[in-house]
């Protein structure tokens, strides 16, 4: 069974984001990175990952809000030929495999962008 544990939201400013949310809801932050697509602050509840970016490409960034989730599943490979079975399509990989935040990203059959993940994010169960 797959567990939804991940949303990623593209903001403009990353530190007053992660302060919004870490104030109002009491989020602690689990983690930051900058990689070639962007940079992001992570933030959990200690089930679920929201993850807060923004793209390296300025012409990303004029789009604010949700961008994709995330399901944690117990088998990566079965998964993936269900979705391309059901219609869905990959789209790449991201992260170190061996580390939580490793994702495979794919499109459902509407285009819409979401990630499968074996380990999970940081701060998630």
């Known amino acids: 069974m797959?567990?939804?544990?991940?949303?990623?939201?593209?903001?403009?400013?990353?530190?007053a984001s992660a302060r919004f949310y870490e104030e109002v809801f009491g989020l602690e932050r689990v983690g930051a990175e900058t990689i070639a697509l962007g940079s992001g602050i992570y933030l959990s509840d200690g089930v679920m990952?929201?993850?807060l970016l923004k793209p390296a490409d300025s012409n990303d960034a004029t789009y604010i809000g949700a961008h994709h989730?995330?399901?944690?599943?117990?088998d990566v490979d079965s998964t993936r030929q269900k979705i391309e079975a059901h219609?869905?399509?990959?789209?790449?990989?991201l992260g170190d495999p061996e580390k939580h935040n490793f994702e495979s990203k794919f499109k459902d059959p509407e285009g819409v962008l979401f990630d499968i993940s074996a380990k999970g994010w940081l701060g998630t169960k």
């Open 2 to 15: 797959a567990r939804l544990r991940h949303i990623a939201v593209w903001v403009r400013d990353l530190e």
């Open 49 to 51: 990952n929201l993850a």
């Open 69 to 74: 989730f995330g399901f944690i599943v117990d």
């Open 87 to 93: 219609g869905g399509t990959f789209s790449f990989t």
